[in-house]
Nanobody
Framework: QVQLVESGGGLVQAGGSLRLSCAAS????????MGWFRQAPGKEREFVAS????????YYADSVKGRFTVSRDNAKNTVYLQMNSLKPEDTAVYYC?????????????????WGQGTQVTVSS
């Protein structure tokens, strides 16, 4: 069983930055791909970014490409999402997820464990 705990959300003005963290329990974190997803009010949850085991491969949704950066520190069992140039449309609950197969795809069903989410609100 893997437990994921997100932190770092909050209220920020448009154009600002936030860094989300997701701390994972367990000794096999380095073997998982990790993903970030978000869900805005009244919308379905959507893919934001993912990173494979070693951090060598990262993937982004078109809507965040060039503004968000996903990274990981396997020694700390933590994955990060650096969010810059935030826009009001980035407002959502952000979730991290672990994929034990290490694929790191955009597909929700391929992720096995999920955190509880952290709220990000961007004011205009």
């Amino acid at each position: 069983q893997v437990q994921l705990v997100e932190s770092g959300g909050g209220l920020v003005q448009a154009g600002g930055s936030l860094r989300l963290s997701c701390a994972a329990s367990g000794r096999t974190f380095s073997s998982y791909a990790m993903g970030w997803f978000r869900q805005a009010p009244g919308k379905e949850r959507e893919f934001v970014a993912s990173i494979r085991r070693s951090g060598g491969y990262t993937y982004y949704a078109d809507s965040v490409k060039g503004r968000f950066t996903v990274s990981r520190d396997n020694a700390k069992n933590t994955v990060y999402l650096q969010m810059n140039s935030l826009k009001p449309e980035d407002t959502a609950v952000y979730y991290c997820a672990a994929d034990v197969r290490g694929l790191g795809s955009r597909l929700e069903y391929q992720y096995d464990y999920w955190g509880q989410g952290t709220q990000v609100t961007v004011s205009s």
